[in-house]
């Protein structure tokens, strides 16, 4: 089993910049890809970014492309993503996730194995 907890969420006003971490536990040896998902007021939750732990390969939705970016560092069994230039349209709350497979598109909910709680992000216009 694997635990994952967030943190570094807040509140900021637009145009600004926020990292998220997320502190893996566990049997982190078995996670093969983790990613950032998030979930705004009234929304579904939606894929933000994800990495390959060999390799490093990264990807972003379109809509934080240039503006995100997702890192790992598996010495220290730790995930970010660094948030620039925040717009409204940013605010959810960031769930961390993480799976044991290769297989599958990393954009796909379903396919993870493992949740954090989630951070709350807010951004103020």
């Known amino acids: 089993q694997v635990q994952l907890v967030e943190s570094g969420g807040g509140l900021v006003q637009s145009g600004v910049s926020l990292r998220l971490s997320c502190a893996a536990s566990?049997?982190?040896?078995?996670?093969?890809?983790m990613g950032w998902f998030r979930q705004a007021p009234g929304q579904e939750r939606e894929f933000v970014s994800a990495?390959?732990?060999?390799?490093?390969?990264?990807y972003y939705a379109d809509s934080v492309k240039g503006r995100f970016t997702i890192s790992r560092d598996n010495a220290k069994n730790t995930l970010s993503q660094q948030m620039n230039n925040l717009a409204a349209d940013d605010r959810a709350v960031y769930y961390c996730?993480?799976?044991?497979?290769?297989?599958?598109?990393?954009?796909?909910?379903?396919?993870?194995?493992?949740w954090g709680q989630g951070t709350q992000v807010t951004v103020s216009s």
């Open positions: 566990g049997r982190t040896s078995s996670v093969s890809v």
């Open positions: 990495i390959i732990s060999s390799g490093g390969s990264s």
């Open positions: 996730a993480g799976r044991k497979s290769f297989v599958g598109r990393v954009t796909t909910e379903r396919t993870y194995d493992y």
